[in-house]
């Protein structure tokens, strides 16, 4: 048999594909509520890639109240680093959106394209793996963390009790996950 080749489309995912098999249940409003939330996923990445060019460029946009212009121009304001990651282990690391260390003070900015309500948890992960990484006590630190969603910016002043809660959830599952490795090569 000599099959068809379709080399270009190496590494790619249909949207009906094999390996994502549950639409073969959808009903059509349930096909069209997954491929809309699809095509919202697929428009977040691309606001995320044209917001990092932005800011690698300096370029502000227009100051018109909205989720990106906001979220941009505060990171170039702030002189924030875009996606960068934070590193405590091969267990335990992330990509913060924007993120800023000045003064002593340090800022964690993220972007958020979906119309569904986030927390800051995802936020106080990334100080904790800040605070990890570069040896900061969240009690010696300023830390405001803000989320860019719905044409709103919410500002939150971390507890430092929290970060450090998870800074040791962090220290404590990164050893058990290495010792659960340990213990399957074995």
């Known amino acids: 048999m000599l099959f068809n080749d379709h080399s270009d489309l190496a590494g790619q995912h249909a949207f009906l594909s ?3 098999y549950h639409w073969i249940n959808y009903s059509e409003e349930k096909l069209d509520r997954m491929f809309t939330a699809h095509q919202a996923a697929v428009r977040g990445t691309e606001l995320h890639a044209f ?5 690698r460029l300096g370029q502000k946009l227009p100051a018109n109240g909205k989720t990106l212009s906001s979220y941009v121009n505060d ?5 924030m680093r875009i996606e960068q990651i934070l590193y405590y282990s091969p267990n335990a690391f992330g990509t913060a959106d924007t993120i800023g260390f000045r003064r002593n003070k340090l800022r964690v900015h993220d972007l958020k394209t979906g119309y569904t309500p986030c ?3 995802q936020l106080e992960v990334y100080v904790a793996l800040f605070c990890l990484e570069y040896a900061f ?3 010696d630190i300023e830390i405001e963390m803000r989320i860019y969603q719905n044409d709103e910016v919410r500002i939150y002043e971390a507890d430092p009790d929290v970060i450090m809660h998870i800074m040791d959830k962090i220290k404590t599952f ?3 996950i290495t010792e659960l ?4 090569l074995s």
């Open 119 to 121: 927390s800051e948890h």
């Open 137 to 139: 006590r969240p009690f």
């Open 51 to 55: 917001a990092h060019e932005a800011i």
């Open 174 to 176: 990164d050893k058990r």
């Open 18 to 20: 094999a390996s994502k």
């Open 181 to 184: 490795r340990l213990e399957a």
């Open 75 to 79: 990171a170039i304001g702030y002189k």
